[in-house]
């Protein structure tokens, strides 16, 4: 297990569902992975399956080119902060935090200190979702209708913290990143209706009016009978696009294996990236301005907002 020459060194800090993920594709991308992981029997378990270096705690990692942190989102400002004197690039698993004011001060501390802050939306790795971006890009202005569906297959494990305690962060704020990214346009309304309240939330439902005239439906639910599903349609006058003929046949028990691909193509980019190759993972800008929709999710949910009629302009 010790560093060889000509190998990324990578960290990820958190071995749970995805730190496990990327650790695993990481080493099977050919980097040297070191996981932070301070549950002795997780650590067990991931030293024993990925043969890779375990240790408890961030002060005792050794020199890294990157990392990747994957721990629960209250505790992201803080890791990323104690990363930032190894002045490596950082990829942080979304949402940056669930507070867009306190991830842009972080993002700027980050810039500060000269560290490249990436963030996992790793949903445009999706093969179909880029290719519905290139058709939407060559065909602008004629989809006045898009509807973007998320459906997890099973609820999160026992402990899990969700984001903020809120749908928005932990589950929609993927489909909200998409919408931003492939359509380019700045969200002037918004709107909603959830199954619950707070963390037991189950159901999301979300209007999104785009500035460019395109209103968006997005639908979001924890738990599915039916297993994950994620897809998307593009409805105009004259075209429908759709991302389920482009998507690989299920049915898939959680993201991680609807995402597989994307994920590994995720960590192909960056270890790209750290090795000075081209920047195409997204920025902490991108996750700012996602949260920002999100908590105008949660505002239009929240009383005062449905006293409102649900609507935050």
Same mark, same amino acid.
Request: aromatic share 6%.
């Given at each position: ?80 902060? @104690? ?143 039916? @297993? ?86």
């Amino acid at each position: 297990m010790s560093t060889q020459i000509g190998r990324p060194r990578i960290a990820v800090v958190g071995g749970g569902r995805i730190g496990s993920t990327h650790a695993r594709n990481l080493a099977e991308l050919g980097a040297d992975v070191t996981v932070v992981e301070p549950d002795p029997a997780r650590a067990a378990a991931l030293s024993a399956e990925l043969r890779c270096r375990v240790v408890s705690d961030a002060a005792e990692l050794p020199g890294a080119d990157g990392a990747v942190v994957c721990t629960p989102t209250d505790t992201h400002a803080a890791v990323v902060a @104690g990363l930032l004197p190894h002045g490596v690039p950082v990829l942080l698993e979304k949402p940056c935090t669930a507070q867009p004011e306190a991830s842009a001060r972080l993002g700027a501390l980050a810039e500060e200190a000269g560290v490249p802050l990436r963030i996992g939306f790793q949903r445009r790795f999706s093969p179909e979702y880029a290719a519905l971006r290139q058709e939407y890009r060559a065909r602008p202005g004629q989809f006045g209708f898009a509807v973007f569906t998320s459906l997890d297959g099973a609820p999160p494990p026992q402990g899990y913290q969700v984001a903020g305690g809120s749908l928005a962060f932990d589950l929609q704020i993927h489909d909200i990143d998409l919408i931003l990214w492939l359509f380019g346009s700045a969200v002037v309304e918004v709107s909603a209706s959830s199954g619950g309240a707070g963390a037991a939330t189950d159901l999301l439902v979300t209007t999104l009016t785009l500035a460019c005239g395109t209103v968006c439906s997005v639908v979001s639910k924890r738990a599915s009978p039916g @297993g994950c599903h994620a897809h998307a349609e593009l409805i105009g006058s004259r075209a429908v696009l759709d991302t389920r003929p482009l998507t690989a046949p299920g049915p898939h028990p959680d993201f991680r294996s609807r995402f597989a691909a994307a994920y590994r193509a995720e960590a192909a980019a960056f270890l790209a990236f750290v090795e000075g190759g081209p920047d195409e993972l997204p920025h902490w800008r991108d996750a700012v301005a996602a949260e920002k929709i999100c908590a105008r999710i949660d505002e239009a949910l929240s009383p005062a907002g449905a006293c409102a009629g649900a609507s935050i302009g």
